[in-house]
């Protein structure tokens, strides 16, 4: 299947995309992974990213454009993919289709302002091995210690809570014309986040059309 998944910062994109790759096999591409990924490198891709997300805005769609490119084009994506973060505007969901995707669907994950917020101040990340842990609802067994490997847990700078309240903001005013567009292809699919990832997972099973 080739999807994309939609969804404010902190509605979970990367968790339910994670486990849609372990059921089905085809690679989850977050854009958010690799642009940190390159910002932490200092490659100029990385340099240009940083300075969109340090200030809480969305990075420009041709860097995106020619990142997301680049990675449909690996060997691992022929059979499909998760796209976890893209398109968030309606110019890349266009160019998108200019690729030559056949999208099977658009799965837009729906949250409140307010329970994205308290889940992202609530994050916390090991900047090690990737793992991410919550405060409240996913607590690490030593406190501020990453499980799997020991090292120190991190709030992110862009979970800093008025960061937070810049991306949510920008988001809210992009997302609506991307919904729209792929509404009108009839692909468009909702689901309604719940407090438990397994409870929104079986959602956007319910949504596929897929046995649990």
């Known amino acids: ?35 940190r990924q390159a910002i932490q490198a200092g490659t100029p891709v990385g340099r240009r990213a940083e300075k969109y997300i340090s200030a809480g805005q969305l990075v420009a769609d041709d860097v995106m454009i020619d990142i997301i490119r680049e990675r449909l084009g690996q060997p691992d994506c022929a059979n499909g993919f998760i796209l976890d973060g893209f398109p968030r505007t309606l110019n890349q969901a266009q160019a998108l289709d200019t690729l030559g995707v056949g999208l099977d669907a658009a799965l837009s994950l729906e949250i ?69 567009y792929y509404e009108k292809k009839g692909k468009l699919k909702l689901v309604v986040c719940e407090d438990k990832k397994h409870a929104t997972y079986g959602r956007v099973l319910e949504q596929l059309g897929l046995k649990s």
């Open 112 to 180: 409140s302002d307010d329970m994205a917020e308290n889940r992202l101040s609530g994050r916390r990340v090991c900047l090690s091995c990737g793992a991410v842990y919550n405060v409240e609802t996913c607590k690490p067994k030593t406190e501020d210690i990453c499980d799997a490997c020991g090292h120190a847990l991190v709030r992110r700078s862009d979970d800093e809570p008025e960061t937070v309240r810049a991306r949510l903001k920008v988001f809210n005013e992009t997302i609506e014309p991307v919904k729209d």
């Open 1 to 35: 299947m080739k999807l994309v998944l939609l969804g404010a910062p902190g509605s979970g994109k990367g968790t339910q995309a994670e486990m849609l790759r372990a059921k089905l096999g085809i690679p989850s591409i977050s854009t958010g992974d690799i642009l």
